[in-house]
């Protein structure tokens, strides 16, 4: 588990919880760098076969891997998707944050990601190898680091497969749709001309 900086005492009850499960992994930043950063680490100090992150508010719940699961003979990254299956989604976001979700989906789409449905849930599904490989080559340390390791994962010929999971809006969530989204869009055009170059 990966405590992004937090100072309201996330750090000590993940203490408590380590105790009880020493197999546990903590890792402590000292300061808060962003989702993508956290993500980053925990991925990369990951040792086993195969590596799942997800969203601390289980927006969607771990028992969703069993979706995931069958594909890994094929595949070396499993992403579960919002967008294949009308009923995926359990309880949806406010109206208006759900527009700006699919508009800013619809521009990822044209500029980077043609083929992939949903780029930013929060749940998926990494072989060792493409791992410890896509992670350390990614840059970006807020939101849009999903869309840069699909994109490097894509640029690098690792097998994406992308499955419908169940996902649920947590009211937790704090991404600002004006400057989030404009970040988003900076970042995507700058991952192009990433992968263009490479």
């Not at 105790?19 to 989702?35: R, V, W």
């Not at 500029?111 to 949903?118: G, H, Q, S, Y």
């Not at 994109?151 to 097998?159: E, G, I």
């Amino acid at each position: 588990m990966v405590n992004d900086g937090s100072t309201d005492g996330t750090a000590n009850l993940l203490q408590q919880i380590k105790n009880h499960h020493p197999a546990l992994q903590i890792i402590n930043l000292s300061t808060n760098q962003g989702k993508g950063e956290a993500v980053k680490q925990g991925m990369l100090k990951s040792a086993g076969e195969w590596s799942l992150f997800m969203d601390a508010d289980s927006s969607t719940r771990i028992d969703e891997i069993q979706k995931l699961w069958p594909h890994r003979h094929e595949y070396d990254v499993i992403i579960g998707s919002r967008h294949l299956q009308t009923d995926s989604i359990k309880t949806p976001q406010p109206r208006l944050r759900h527009l700006a979700g699919r508009v800013g989906n619809l521009i990822t789409r044209n500029l980077l990601l043609p083929e992939i449905a949903d780029t930013q849930c929060g749940f998926k599904l990494f072989n060792r190898r493409a791992a410890q490989d896509l992670f350390s080559l990614q840059t970006m340390t807020g939101w849009s680091f999903d869309l840069e390791i699909l994109a490097l994962a894509r640029a690098r010929d690792y097998q994406i497969k992308e499955v419908p999971v169940d996902w649920s809006h947590r009211a937790s969530d704090r991404i600002s749709i004006l400057t989030d989204g404009l970040k988003i869009l900076s970042d995507t055009i700058a991952i192009r001309r990433r992968i263009k170059n490479m």
